[in-house]
């Protein structure tokens, strides 16, 4: 690894742990799965709608990527952590593009807060390179499992205060396009390439190198309040927002009644490490926590204490952490013994300040009235969008993601997407959207309705990729 580069260089909290809700599935490398004769399936966090397709490619470097879409005659998908959970990472009868061994770090520039990845890197591997050099990963999500081009590609948020996507920490990308062509792409040159590929979820080319803002690493400490629901947005901005200090925040809104905000935020602070490791230390069983996932949907009683219980650890507990430490958070926490008749997945709605309480509340109703095992709703804050084609924060929004188990039977399933379109119709209603990289329940009209700018996708895509090489499920419903 290069540590400067040259002077040119161009420039989940409880839910969220859900944004993740298992470990990595590993895929066998292809000649072994040959070997055995076994389809050559892949798979998602969620375990639901694998895809087959015809062949896996494990790149290590761009010119892997080059070759093997020159070879390769038919459609492309490309996949990360497997964390999407509709199949948005495989395109059936396709070549799947296993991203993971693209792990090294190019170059880091320390002193100018600026570093170059290869897209299939996890933000916990980068950790392992910044963190002796007192940086942190300016935006990601709350769990440090995903890879970087996978969070780009979904152009995906955490609970940073004030940086909304990780788009907005994206100085520039190398993307190979459909004939093979290498691009270097930011907001100057190939600026129409660089937005579609900020949550174009590997539309118009395959991301394979990513160069980001940086931060300092900081100690933080918690803090903990309850708010009245009417009067969180006013908190938020008061309280959070305008605090320079806060470095991450989120609130969770708890079953039955979802009205109740439990506010969590970290702010900047100079008092003693109560929690001295720098990062969260890796191949925990995390027992405790899977137990306590598995009573808050399987045992009545639990649901009631956990609102008390946070009031307790509020008093009595007081955490100060490296940012690293609570940036370093590991999906395996909340990765349940067994998914075989049952599941956790994820939903998440975009609605702008104006509509928050009332959004709530119909949101709440529907969950209550189709009995949704939900875990909770985490919300989260983020400014407009300027950047991505497809935005899923046009505007200021709040940001409510829905953890929640469901069977993995087909009436499940059916079941969940019923409450899915209509909690989307309430996001579209109270003049907002939903996030792409869940289970595609949603319509073709919702899906149009709520992301318009789908229209620009497809002018650019044909103009750079004709012949649709590049494509997913998501992509085969709704592009």
């Not at 260089?9 to 055995?36: D, I």
């Not at 809104?253 to 935020?265: C, E, N, S």
Request: aromatic letters at 8%; proline letters at 6%; glycine letters at 6%.
């Amino acid at each position: 690894m290069q540590t400067e580069p040259p002077p040119n260089c161009s420039r989940r909290t409880l839910l969220v742990r859900a944004l993740a809700v298992a470990g990595v599935w590993q895929a066998a490398p292809l000649a072994a799965l040959a070997a055995t004769g076994a389809p050559l399936r892949v798979e998602n966090v969620t375990r639901l709608y694998a895809v087959e397709v015809a062949r896996i490619e494990t790149p290590a470097g761009t010119d892997d990527i080059v070759r093997a879409l020159r070879n390769w005659p038919g459609q492309v998908a490309v996949g990360g952590g497997r964390f999407s959970m509709g199949g948005q990472v495989a395109v059936r009868g396709g070549l799947h593009l296993d991203m993971r061994g693209m792990k090294r770090v190019i170059w880091l520039r320390a002193s100018q807060h600026c570093v170059r990845v290869q897209a299939g890197i996890t933000w916990r591997d980068l950790q392992d390179v910044l963190d002796p050099q007192e940086l942190s990963v300016r935006t990601m999500q709350s769990f440090a499992n995903f890879t970087v081009g996978g969070a780009v590609s979904v152009n995906a948020h955490g609970r940073y205060v004030g940086h909304g996507p990780v788009a907005h920490s994206v100085r520039a990308l190398q993307l190979v396009l459909a004939d093979g062509s290498i691009v270097e792409a930011d907001r100057q040159q190939h600026s129409e390439l660089f937005s579609a590929a900020l949550g174009g979820y590997g539309a118009v080319g395959v991301i394979t190198e990513v160069e980001l803002d940086l931060d300092d690493n900081a100690r933080l400490e918690r803090r903990i309040e309850s708010v009245p629901l009417a009067g969180y947005p006013a908190y938020f901005a008061r309280r959070v927002l305008a605090d320079r200090a806060s470095v991450m925040h989120n609130a969770d809104l708890l079953p039955p009644r979802f009205d109740a905000p439990v506010a969590i935020t970290w702010h900047l602070t100079d008092k003693p490490l109560t929690r001295r490791q720098r990062l969260v230390p890796r191949g925990q069983s995390y027992r405790l926590q899977r137990n306590g996932l598995w009573a808050l949907t399987e045992v009545p009683l639990a649901a009631h204490i956990r609102e008390p219980a946070t009031d307790l650890v509020a008093r009595t507990r007081p955490e100060v952490a490296w940012r690293n430490h609570e940036a370093s958070l590991d999906v395996a926490s909340l990765e349940p013994y067994t998914r075989r008749l049952s599941t956790y997945a994820l939903d998440e709605f975009f609605v702008p300040p104006r509509h928050f309480e009332s959004f709530v509340r119909e949101m709440g109703h529907i969950l209550r009235q189709h009995r949704v095992a939900a875990v909770n709703v985490s919300i989260r804050h983020s400014p407009a969008d300027t950047l991505a084609l497809l935005p899923w924060a046009r505007e200021e929004v709040f940001s409510f993601v829905l953890f929640y188990k469901q069977g993995v039977d087909a009436t499940a399933q059916r079941a969940v997407g019923i409450w899915t379109r209509e909690l989307i119709d309430a996001a579209l209603r109270h003049e907002g959207r939903y996030y792409l990289p869940y289970q595609l329940h949603a319509t073709r009209e919702q899906f149009e309705r709520a992301y318009p700018e789908v229209a620009l996708l497809r002018r650019l895509k044909a103009s750079v990729d004709p012949q649709g090489r590049f494509s997913n499920s998501l992509w085969q419903k709704y592009l």
